[in-house]
């Protein structure tokens, strides 16, 4: 399959091939001829599958073809849950747009409003936007969404969940009903399905992998450690593995500036990116860390929907997420576009839960190794329970073979009693003392 035979323009073709993209992935080989027919879509695809391009480019090419647009309008609305994912689609757009004569721009909350409705004042074709602030622009009529043909809701699971739906159901309210919606996402939980069929019309359902699993060229690993000592194990792995570009996950803001010092005690160079810092500091970190001036960087969930890093080879789990959903998610963040990845996660014991929650979701159980110097003394309850109970197992097994010998020994031995004496012969009263004897072939367990 070839991009030309998805039906893209020369214009496209060209941004496409200048992006070093040699042939569809998967899922803009299904997306972008459903897109360009006028379908509804709602896909379900592995982060880092290339889904930007799978709603841009058709995008791109539906707007190309119709007239101008108004002041104050927009002809399509992304809408993302993070700051750092619509700077990112925005990016895109600019990116495979560029020979065609179409505007865009973004918006979003923590930086000045007046830049971004001065941008809106002339009209944009598509306009990249969370949705705080795009309520904040459309209170001070900065953006009239009378000319919306196209709805994108991107990471459309994070955007009809509880944090964003009031939000959204405001939007979409405003919304033109004639329109064509598209939903991408890597995971869609059944609510949130069900949510969808409120806003999304007789979609074509897409799912390019099984749902809620991460991409196969991540590898997953758990380290069981204390909590305590996280940070020291982290520092360790960094140092011993001579780890270079590592984005590490924080449950909490104020755990990310924690570690960020914990780190910096042993000259590692590392830097925050959470929702207490402004948007200007946010930027300046993630670009820092792009161009290798930063070797770590801590992130809290709201940047995991934004970050693609070319190459990307570690992320670390310093602490689990509360929704296992955000797990995939974040480890999504390595093994991009086909490229290999490695997933550390380091787990107390107080997050047992958590880790039965990402188990239960990606249906496997993740692969446990202890760090020498580094084990834990409050330990896992998972892996122990486990490797209990395959002892107990092993026991069993073990306990069951001896009796079945026995009862065969001493079946056949006591039959030949009852052939030989013409009575029961007892263990008491038997050749052996009554003596246990231990069958060759049964094997003592080592517990
Ligand atoms: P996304 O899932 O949209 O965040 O994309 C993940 C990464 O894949 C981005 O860095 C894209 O530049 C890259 N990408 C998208 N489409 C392709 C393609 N057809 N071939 C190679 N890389 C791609």
Redesign the pocket.
Known sequence: MSFEKLGLSEELLRS?SE???????PI?ALAIPAILKGKDVMAA?Q????????FTLPLLQLLNKKSPVKNNRARALVLTPTRELAA?VQE?VSTYGKYMNLRSTVVFGGVKINPQMMKLRRGVDVLVATPGRLLDLFQQRAINFNDIEVLILDEADRMLDMGFIHDIRKIMALLPKQRQTLMFSATFSQEIRKLAKGIINDPVEIDVAPRNSAVETISQIIHPVDKSRKADLLSYLIIREKWYQVLVFSRTKHGADKLVKRLSRDNINAAAIHGNKSQVQRTKALANFKNNKIQILVATDIAARGI?I?HLSHVVNFDLPNVPEDYIHRIGRTG???ASGQAISLVSADEAKQLHDIERLIKHKLGREEIESFEPKHNLPGSLSRKYSRNKRIIKTAKNKTKRYKAKHNNSSEQKSHNRYGKLNTSANSAHGGRQIRPASTTIPVI
Do not use: E
């Open positions: 496409v992006a070093a993209y040699t042939r569809p992935t803009q695809a982060t880092g599958t290339g889904k930007t391009a799978g990112q895109c693609d070319d991009r576009a086909g």
